[in-house]
């Protein structure tokens, strides 16, 4: 009698499996997925990260199964109106699905009410809601995740790429001190804290005395950096470490820090985050002492798998992280190799 109702059992799963076209986690059909529509906002066209994360996020939802036509990618210009408009506008033509890079993470329970007020799933990437937005999904059952790293971990890598050196040949100038500036990115946005808090605290935690000389807004562009760094150096000709939040930054303080006649490794540190190619590159000629490798590609299949995993009916989990790898001169050319 068991055992029938066993069978029974696995049969009745079988046929369900076969009617809805899918067995488990990831194994959706290409064909349930030709005629769907998926849109994606990213907060701006303008930035090195988010390209590589846009453009490896679409080449791998085309991989999965969803035709090209169906995919509509738009670029918030760095405003977050234009971003919710676009986003009001997914929702009148009625995608199955939603991908959101948002300008402003503080938008997060707005944009959150607007779309899964509509029934549409929404999957936020790279700039996360945080924690209390993340635990209203969850109260409310809705069908909304976030897909990111903890920018903790990224702080603590860069800190720690800076105390693995050793606290006296860091410190330059022999003070007792470490002397440092810090070029954030934007300012509201959780990454650009966390980095800016968890470095530091790495260096301390590593018994090591730091004296901040400057800390200036870059808003993750190499220019604003570069002209920031400049001003920087020239005011604190003291400085020992260069901070950026980001690779983009960094390789604008990389320009500055040459143009000022210095020279990293020899008589000032610095130290991003991404893992740009360029900047890569910069770590294995040592003109970049490190960098922590922002895994864009696993986030990217994480956020098309999330996406799939809504348009067949299947939930997820609210929080998918990813972890960071730090970047030094050691295995710089196994990380090229990966993201090349
Ligand atoms: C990246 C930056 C990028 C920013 C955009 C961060 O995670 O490190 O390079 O500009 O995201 O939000």
Known sequence: MKRKLISLLTVAALMIAMLTGCSSKNEVGAEQLADKKVGVCIYQFNDNFMTLFRNELQNYLVSKGFSEENITIVD???????????????????????????????????????????????????????????????????????????????????????????????????????????IEGDPENIDAQYRTKYSIKALQ??????????????????????????ESLAAHPQTEVVFCNNDAMALGALESIKAAGRTVGTDIYLVGCDALAEAVDDVIAGTMTGTVFNDHITQSHSAGDAAINYVAGIGNDHYIGCNYVKVTKDNAKKILDSVK
């Open 76 to 182: 918030g210009a760095n405003n977050q109106d234009t971003q919710t408009a676009q986003i009001q506008e997914f929702i009148d033509n009625k995608v199955d699905v939603l991908i959101v890079n948002l300008v402003n993470s503080s938008s997060a329970g707005t944009i959150t009410d607007l779309v899964a007020g509509a029934g549409i799933p929404l999957v936020y990437i790279n700039r996360e809601p945080g924690p209390a937005e993340e635990q209203r999904w969850a109260d409310k059952n809705m069908n909304v995740c976030y897909v990111g790293c903890d920018a903790r971990q990224s702080g603590t890598y860069q800190g720690e790429i800076i105390s693995d050196i050793g606290k006296n040949k860091v410190d330059l100038n022999k003070d007792g001190k470490v002397q440092y500036i810090m």
């Open 205 to 230: 935690d590593a018994g090591i005395n730091v004296q901040c000389l400057d800390d200036q807004i870059g808003n993750w562009d190499m220019d604003a950096a570069k002209q920031l760094v400049a």
